[in-house]
């Protein structure tokens, strides 16, 4: 009997590979309507395993992501990366966090601060705005119990009503649309990614506007009066859903120049900062994490030193 076994299957939702050993069952799924057939899991991937393959079709359609079974194996680092949680990896349907707990791989920031107390009795500004619907905004009465009209309520009823705003943070890849929305400031968001996304429309195809038809946000790439395409790079995430499907390698440039995660000091992490951003920008990130580790060194010998 062979050690373990495995399999592909490849739906039109979904795409699972998996490992079946004699005591452990390892597993992938990516979930394709959440997938935007971005960048970053390809260029996270340290064993070049997952891959994004461009679509034959006359009208844009995102790339498919596709994983190479005989060269996963199951790290989890994709998983840990994505911005849009579309890809689970688990060991015996439990998530795979060993990197994170070993430190070998540093947890992606997703800073999403809501402070319900500011949101207005009667406003859904944010719900409305977000682009992938992972918003809902509820309301309850002093009594706990759900109001969905406040309208018909007196002064004081309206006074007492609760507001909750939940916020599916696992899917959601901090565009800032929503803080954008809010009218009272109730939202602060910081994006996973920073960078600089550049067009250059002289190198762009005639009538090419694949990019702003594919990128997942919508206003952040728009068709100017004369045909180009603009970037508003205020609700970007630097995904590069949009290089992915561009005709022409040099048309649009995506720098990535920080990821928003959890510090440590890992060769795993280094490699992976690396393909994810520039190697300037990598390195600025390595000297400055080198730079607070001997602050923090330090810092914690004068304390020694007082006590």
């Not at 079709?57 to 060269?71: A, F, G, Y």
């Not at 439990?94 to 430190?103: C, F, H, S, W």
């Not at 899917?171 to 939202?187: F, G, Q, R, V």
Request: charged share 25%; hydrophobic share 30%.
């Amino acid at each position: 009997m062979a050690p373990y076994k495995n399999s592909k299957q490849d739906f039109s939702d979904t795409l699972t590979i998996e490992w079946i050993l004699q005591i452990k069952n390892y597993k992938l799924t990516l979930d394709k309507h959440r997938c935007v057939g971005c960048q970053i899991c390809s260029l996270a991937c340290p064993k070049e395993a997952v891959k994004a393959e461009k679509q034959a079709n006359e009208t844009p359609s995102k790339p498919k992501i596709d994983v190479d079974l005989t060269k996963c194996n199951f790290c989890g680092i994709c998983d840990i990366t994505c911005p849009f949680g579309a890809i689970k990896v688990t060991i015996d349907n439990v998530p795979n966090n060993t990197l994170i707990k070993k430190e070998s791989y540093p947890a992606i920031n997703r800073v999403i601060n809501i402070d319900s107390k500011k949101c207005p009795k009667n406003c859904s500004d944010c719900e409305i705005a977000c682009p992938l619907q992972l918003i809902k905004v509820s309301r309850a009465g002093f009594d706990g119990k759900p109001i969905n009209d406040i309208c018909g309520l007196s002064p004081i009823e309206k006074q007492r009503v609760r507001v909750t705003v939940d916020i599916q943070k696992e899917y959601c890849p901090t565009c800032k649309i929503c803080e954008s929305a809010c009218p009272s400031k109730a939202l602060k968001i910081t994006k996973i990614f920073e960078g600089k996304l550049t067009i250059n429309s002289t190198k762009c195809p005639s009538n090419c506007h694949n990019c702003a038809e594919i990128c997942p946000i919508p206003n952040v790439l728009t068709v100017n009066p004369n045909g180009k395409v603009t970037v508003n790079e205020t609700y970007c995430l630097y995904c590069g859903a949009c290089k992915n499907v561009c005709p022409i390698e040099t048309a649009l440039i995506i720098k990535r120049t920080k990821v928003s995660h959890k510090r440590i000091h890992s060769g795993t992490w280094n490699k992976a900062l690396e393909r994810l951003t520039s190697g300037r920008d990598s390195v600025k990130e390595l000297k400055a994490a080198a730079s607070i580790k001997k602050r923090n060194i330090v810092l914690k010998r004068l304390q020694d030193e007082i006590n």
